[in-house]
């Protein structure tokens, strides 16, 4: 199987579950940077209290290498999580539905 394939069905999986939320969605194709999905809230509620901001790296069958996570932490620190969430989306195969890790949340 072609893991570059595998990987930009799950990417554009992940964004069509946060285009159905209401986030307008950027792939990072081939940027090989930290993220792969940048999701900005369409409509921003000031009652709503969630990050207007969405910072993805997605997976399949597996959490981030230990470096990859390090990475990831760091960028966490770096910004409010009132604002923006840094997020790791890991997809089973077989699962629709990914599990998701908001990093930074716990201090």
Known sequence: MDCKAKGRRREHQARDLLETEGFAVTRAAGSLGTFDLVAIRRDPQPDNYLPVLRLIQVKSN?????????????ESGRYSPLFVSVEV???????????????????
């Open 62 to 74: 597996r959490w981030p290498r230990s470096d990859e996570a390090r990475t990831l932490q760091a």
């Open 89 to 107: 989306w890991r997809f089973d195969d077989g699962d629709g539905v990914p599990r998701v890790r908001r990093l930074g949340e716990d201090g």
